[in-house]
C-alpha cells in the first residue's frame, strides 16, 4: 500500500497525539501527588536535653522535671498528640503529672490520660490558624518521681512513641496528615538501690542473732509472797500481774481529691480521672476506681504505687446516658483503706449525637499554572489534529 506525504504526516500526528495525552496526565498526577504531601520537619524534644552520656541524674525519691518541647520546622503546627512512655518500675507521676502550656495549646481535645508507663494527651492552637506554632515551643510540663535505681550502667529512657502526631496547616499540607519527623527522649540515671520490696509485702527482719522470747500463749499469774514478820506472824505480799502492751494500728491512706478532665457530655463520654493521696504511715499499693456504672477497676501500678504518695490515673467510657456517682479509695501495704469522702465526682452523660467537627479550610495546593498550561496544549493538538484531517 503506497502513503503519500501528507499520509504519513498524519499518521505521525495522531501517534504523537495518542503518546502525548498519556503523558500529560501522568506528568499532572505527579505534581498533584508530590503536592499532596505534607514536608515532615516536627520535631519532639525534652528539656533540659540529656543523651546516654550526659543524663539526668537523680536520686530515689526526688522529682524530675522537663518541659515538653515541639519544634516546628518548616512546618506550621496546630495541633500535636503526645504519647509518652516510661519504665513504671523506675519512674511515676509526680505532683501535676502532665500540665498543660494553655499559652500554646489554649484547648485540650483530650486527656491527659495515665496508665502505668504511658501518658497520652491530644491538644489543639485553636481554629485560628494564626496561632499555629511557628517555633520551638514548650507544650506542656511533666513532673516525674524516681521510685528506683536504675544501675550504673543503664539509664531510664522517657520516650514519644510512634503514635505521637503532629498537623501542620501551611499551605502545601494536608490538614490530616502527620509531620512527625522525628522525637528525642530524656535520659534518667537514678542513684540508688535497683529495686523496691512489692507493695503489698512487708520486708522480712533480717536475723540478727539476738533471741527472740517465744510466746508461749499464757499471761503470768500473780504470786503471793509470805516473808516472816518480826513478830512471827506470816506477813502475804501481793505481786501485781503484767499488763500486756497494746500497739497502735497503722494509719489508715487519705484520698484527697478525685478528679475529671469532663462531667458532662454526650454518650459515649471518655472521662479520664485522676486520684490523688498520701499514707504517713505506710506505702500505697492500689488505687480502686468505682465508675457509678456498675464498673470498677483497680490500678496497682504507675502514678506514685508503690510510694507514699500517689496520682493515679484511669480512663473510664459512659456508653448509657445517666448521673454517674464516681469515687476512689487507696489502699496501703498494711491492708489500710481511705475513705471516699474527699473523693468524689459527679458525672452527666446525655444520649448520644452526632459531633460535628469544623475542619479549617486550606488553600489548593500544587501548581496551578502547570495544570493549566499542560491543558492548553493538549487541547491545541487535538484542534489541530481534527483540522489536519479535514485538509488532507
Known sequence: MHFSAKKLFLIGFFVLLLVAIPVSVYYIQQQTTGASHAEKS????????????????????????LDVM?????????????EINYDPDKLATDGAGFQVNSQVFPTVLAGPVYTPGKIVVSLSAGIDLTKAIQVKSKAGTLTMKALAGTGSNTPTLITFSTNSQAVSVGPNDQSSENVLAGSSPATVFV??????PSPTQEPIPTDTGVPVPTDTGTQPVPTDTIAASPTGAATVTDTPAVTPTTTSSPTAPTCSALSADVTTGTAPLTVNFTANGQSASSTISKATFNFGDGQVSDVTTGGGIGTNTVNAGIAHSYTTAGTFQATAILTDAADAVSTATNCTQTITVSGSGAVNTATPTLAPTGSTATTIGIGVVTLLLIIGGGLLFFVL
Open 70 to 82: 515541639v519544634d516546628p520546622g518548616t512546618n506550621l503546627v496546630s495541633f500535636v498528640k503526645l
Open 42 to 65: 516536627t520535631n519532639l524534644s525534652f528539656n533540659p536535653d540529656s543523651s546516654a552520656g550526659s543524663p539526668i541524674t537523680k536520686n530515689v525519691g526526688e522529682s524530675i522535671s
Open 191 to 196: 542513684n540508688g538501690p535497683a529495686g523496691q
